[in-house]
């Protein structure tokens, strides 16, 4: 039963991964949450330290999208 549980993605591991810088991915996901305010996968804390899991990456790639058509 434990293999069902995500493992949470801190935004530092995250920039990582997608090979940028950490400012940049933080500045890149505050532009997210004022498009999207209600989105709860952009706005997930632990100990006052953002969160992302799994299941989230693609529904914020979604929210990149819309972001990048109406610049």
């Given at each position: 039963m434990?293999?069902?549980?995500?493992?949470?993605?801190?935004?530092?591991?995250?920039?990582?991964?997608?090979?940028?810088?950490?400012?940049?991915?933080?500045?890149?996901?505050?532009?997210?949450?004022?498009?999207?305010?209600?989105?709860?996968?952009?706005?997930?804390?632990?100990?006052?330290?953002?969160?992302?899991?799994?299941?989230?990456?693609?529904?914020?790639?979604?929210?990149?999208?819309?972001?990048?058509?109406?610049?």
């Amino acid at each position: 039963m434990k293999e069902n549980i995500e493992k949470p993605i801190r935004l530092k591991d995250l920039a990582l991964e997608w090979s940028m810088h950490e400012k940049t991915l933080k500045k890149h996901f505050n532009q997210l949450r004022i498009k999207f305010p209600d989105e709860p996968c952009l706005n997930r804390y632990i100990n006052n330290k953002a969160i992302i899991y799994p299941s989230d990456l693609a529904k914020i790639k979604q929210c990149q999208t819309i972001l990048k058509s109406d610049s």
